[in-house]
């Protein structure tokens, strides 16, 4: 079956008009037509700023499908309920253009970890094909900084040295990221065994020193779970694992760019600090996401959704997001990141993250994962291998 994909294209390097052959699934071949509107320049600058929103015939603006590494559930579905909570999750995500995933389960009790693993891997083979693509799954916790959990149950903590080694084992099979406070007992030997067989130790809900953070990425540390939230910050005097992260080019780092977890001032020196493909947006996302304000559970603690802001009930400690990855690209554009970098950084560079070399940009030879956008960066319609779906207002 043979598509051609009209718009103003979100490439590795800009925003140009062309087309997109699709083939079975895959993309056939890019071509850029410059000649068919304005001039790249103009597009690239991003399509929230005047230069790019109105440009005419050029069509909608089509990026390459999104990657949540870090998503907890959407549309009062839950990534650690029942196959059909994983499905109710994978297809509120495919509507807000995000075409894989990786389920997360925050920390649970420890005998919860390989059931939570177990009921992943048995729904992946039939998960919906009108949903985003699980590729794996993400475990945030057990192995937390106390004094960094966040919104974690802290009666749930444990260290690598301390767990029952088979629950650890029993877990491994489409782990594909996890999250390790690098300071604690056995942290670094399991990173170092993480790194040998391709799963992504994210250091983060840490209280390390810039040493211990250094010493981190070193043993094998790929990523970093939300920089700046549950770590220290930029002390001048204390660095700690922001610094670490931000300091270290080869270091992946998350960003919850929902606002509310870092503040847009902070943004720039991130993205400038960093290099363009190791900054990863994530949603964070609670099952709660899109569902509105009020109230939900989050791993045995409640929380409080109020104005876009999740909070553990009664204080201000934020539990995670309610945006998606749109969200987080529009954001990042708003706040003068071109267009490209911020799906970039939602596409290509998780992509790279999970070593999924067969998706995350509009390139010959990869699936057609696409995204259409319009001026005012809204998902339109999905693509997720053949044929469009079409989101309602
Ligand atoms: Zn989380």
Known sequence: MREVVVGRLVLADGVVPGRIVVEDGWIAEVAAEPDAGPPAGA???????SAGRRDG?????????????????????????????????????????????LPTAPTLPEAEIPRFAERVRAWMPGAPADGAEPLGFNLEGPFLAPTRKGAHDPDLLRTPAGIDPTIV??????????????????????????????????LGHSAATFAEARAGYRAGGR???????????????????AVAALTDDDAYVELIADGHHV???????????????????VSDALPFAGMGDGRTRIG?????????????????????????????????????????AAVAAASANPAA?????????????????????DDDLRVCRVMRGTGWITVEG
């Open 263 to 281: 503040h847009p001032a902070l943004w720039p020196l991130i993205r400038r600090a960093k290099p363009a493909d190791r900054l990863l947006l």
């Open 223 to 241: 990523t970093t779970t939300h920089i700046f939230n549950a770590m220290s910050g930029v002390d001048h005097r204390a660095p700690g694992l």
């Open 57 to 101: 015939g050029a069509g909608p603006i089509v990026a390459p499908g999104f990657v949540d590494v870090h998503v907890h559930g959407w549309g009062g579905h839950d990534a650690t309920g029942d196959a059909d909570a994983l499905s109710g999750m994978a297809r509120a995500l495919l509507r807000r253009g995000v075409t894989s995933f």
């Open 300 to 340: 045995g603690l409640e929380v409080e959704v109020r104005d876009g802001r999740a909070t553990l009930l009664g204080t201000e400690t934020l539990a995670g997001s309610v945006i998606a990855l749109d969200s987080a690209v529009r954001n990042m554009a708003r706040e003068g990141t071109p267009l490209h």
């Open 353 to 373: 993250l999970l070593d999924a070399a067969d998706r995350g940009a509009i390139e010959a030879g990869r699936r057609a994962h696409l995204v259409e956008l």
């Open 43 to 49: 597009a690239a600058r991003g399509s929230m700023g």
């Open 169 to 202: 084992d029993a877990s491994l099979d489409g782990l594909r990221v996890m999250t390790i406070a690098p300071e604690l007992p056995g942290s670094l030997e399991l990173i170092e065994r993480f790194a040998a067989i391709g799963i992504a130790a994210s």
